[in-house]
């Protein structure tokens, strides 16, 4: 998942904390402990603030632990690896390209939270009461606006840009087979180009001399030029909602997302099924679901929130507001044809 600088950064610092406090990501201390237990198996990324964390704590008698696996590709498949033993009582971060994948496997059981109805019908995965949508993040193309002003060259704007001579050696993308950003770029490609198109479209990429990262770290943080580091590659993919962690010290973005270029990924959460906490469980799922929850995702996880009425902060509002029409793909239509295009594509990158 990456994610945007700041949502790495952060959840890099919120899992240190953690570890610091209780030593093995338990949270809660003193009276706390004495709770009964509800456990939240989610990706690297998932950062809960402590006020939010005391809340549901308080308000619901749990103790919250918190154990993390990984990104979203190695969460889902540790969900199926134990779906006979469950290892927590809820998921959250199975995201729309893996999703079919945890749902066949009877990873989740059936549960409707409080709040779900306010959830747009856009988001949802089917009649299932289960998996829930609880946010969405937009994979995106970033550019490094200082670099397209100092060179005077009109910066891409959809994806068959990319693959002009005039942007030649300016793209940096995480793999597609490593990378959950990756994948969804490569579906991406999939999708507007068509099963025909595509697998000449990363010809035209790599003619392009693009170059490819084992992962969005390495890509946003190491080729990107218009981030923190010293990259030389002013085009990178990353999110929508990365240009809020890039504004400057005068309030002005450093970088834009290409909204015009964008694959939405949603990220899931539910009840999981066989859970020994399944009370608690549930009251998980209506806090993830509820509004000060919702409201706190952006600023925490750099994701937009799915429920109506959130709002995001009003720093977002001008550097990274929600793209209106980003391209989508029916989570079965990836679990069936995900590894064929991986391969494909291995293939002709020789990667």
């Known amino acids: 998942m990456r994610r945007s600088t700041a949502r790495r950064t952060r959840a890099t610092l919120a899992v240190a904390v953690t570890l610091l406090v209780a030593g093995c990501s338990l949270m809660g201390t003193g009276r706390d402990s004495q709770a009964p237990t509800v456990t939240l198996v989610t990706h690297d990324s998932f950062v809960i603030g402590d006020e939010l964390r005391k809340r549901f704590q308080r308000e619901s008698g ?39 994948r945890a749902v066949d496997n009877g990873v989740f059981a059936s549960y409707r939270p409080e709040g779900a109805g306010r959830i747009p019908i856009k988001y ?4 299932n009461d289960s998996p829930t949508p609880v946010d969405a993040g937009d994979v995106c193309v970033n550019i490094d606006l200082r670099w397209f002003e100092q060179h005077d060259l009109e910066p ?5 840009d990319l693959a002009e001579p005039r942007y030649a050696g300016l793209f940096a993308v995480p793999d597609p087979a490593t990378s959950s950003p990756g994948l969804a ?8 180009f068509g099963e025909q198109g595509w697998q000449n479209y990363w010809r035209e990429l790599m003619n392009n001399d693009v170059r490819i990262s084992s992962g969005w770290q390495q890509a946003y943080k190491q080729d990107f030029s218009g981030s923190s580091g010293d990259g030389s590659r002013p085009i990178v993919l990353s999110y929508a909602s990365s240009p809020a962690a890039e504004v400057d010290r005068n309030g002005q973005p450093r970088t834009k997302a290409l909204l015009d270029t964008c694959y939405r990924q949603i990220e899931y959460a ?6 020994t906490n399944p009370k608690g469980a549930r009251e ?5 679901l509820s509004w000060k929850f919702q409201r706190r995702m952006p600023e925490q996880m750099y994701v937009y929130p799915v429920l109506m009425g959130v709002e995001l902060p009003e720093s977002w509002q001008g550097v990274a507001p929600r793209p209106s029409e980003p391209t989508e793909m029916r989570p079965q239509r990836v679990e069936r044809d995900r590894a064929e295009w991986i391969r494909q594509w291995r293939s002709l990158t020789n990667r």
Not at 89 to 96: I, K, N, R, T, Y
Not at 185 to 192: A, G, K, M
Not at 270 to 275: E, M, N, P, Q, T
């Open 62 to 100: 749990y103790r919250l632990r918190v154990l993390r696996k990984g990104d979203a590709g190695e969460l889902t498949n540790e969900l199926v690896l134990t779906k006979d033993a469950p290892i927590g009582d809820v998921a959250f971060g199975v995201d729309s390209t893996y999703l079919s």
């Open 124 to 127: 949802g995965y089917g009649a």
């Open 156 to 160: 891409p704007a959809e994806l068959a």
């Open 185 to 192: 770029f490569l579906l991406n490609t999939v999708s507007t």
């Open 270 to 275: 539910g009840v999981i099924d066989g859970a």
């Open 284 to 288: 998980l799922m209506d806090f993830l």
